[in-house]
C-alpha cells in the first residue's frame, strides 16, 4: 500500500506542473513522410517572435511537400502560416495556401477579437469575397477549422 501511496504522489506532483509556455522562439521540427518504402515527402514547422501590428506575435510556419518518386505522381506543395498573440494566445492572421495535384486553395483570415468577428479572403478565385462571421470569444479557436471545412459558394 505504501508503494501505490509513493507512486500515486510522485506522479500527483510531476503533473501538477506544466508549461505555461509550451512554444517557443526559434523552434523547428522537419519529418520526412514514407509510404512505405518510399520516401513520400516532408514537412517542415518552424516559430519565430515578431511583432504584427505593433503586439508581440509568435510566427508559425508549416510546409509539406512531396519528394522522389511520389512528387511525379500526386504533386503536393501546402503552406500554413499563422500569427498568434503571445498575451491572449489567440491567432489574428492565418493563411491557407494549398497546392495538392489539381487542387488549389488560398485562404486569408483576419481575426477581430474585441468584436468576435473573422474576415476570410478567399485569394485564388478571381473575383475575392469577404465574409465576417460572428464568432463566440469561447469558440475563436474551433471556427476557423468550421469554416474551412464548409464549402463556400460565393463566387
Not at 515578431?50 to 500526386?74: E, S
Not at 506543395?77 to 503571445?86: K, R
Request: net charge positive; with cysteine; hydrophobic share 35%.
Amino acid at each position: 500500500m505504501k508503494k501505490l501511496l509513493t507512486i500515486t504522489a510522485i506522479f500527483a506532483f510531476f503533473l501538477g506542473y506544466s508549461q505555461l509556455n509550451n512554444v517557443a522562439d526559434g523552434e523547428s521540427i522537419t519529418l520526412r513522410i514514407h509510404y512505405g518504402f518510399l520516401n513520400a515527402g516532408s514537412a517542415n514547422l518552424t516559430t519565430k517572435k515578431v511583432n504584427y501590428k505593433g503586439a508581440p506575435h509568435l510566427y508559425v510556419k508549416g510546409t509539406g511537400q512531396t519528394t522522389g518518386a511520389v512528387k511525379a505522381f500526386f504533386k503536393v506543395e501546402d503552406l500554413y502560416e499563422s500569427y498568434i498573440n503571445i498575451a491572449t494566445e489567440l491567432p489574428s492572421f492565418y493563411v491557407r495556401n494549398v497546392k495538392e495535384g489539381s487542387y488549389r486553395q488560398h485562404l486569408q483570415t483576419f481575426f477581430n477579437h474585441d468584436n468576435h468577428t473573422l474576415v476570410l479572403t478567399d485569394k485564388k478565385n478571381a473575383c475575392q469575397w469577404f465574409k465576417n462571421h460572428k464568432i463566440c470569444k469561447r469558440c475563436a479557436r474551433y471556427a476557423l477549422m468550421f469554416l474551412l471545412s464548409e464549402k463556400q459558394n460565393s463566387c
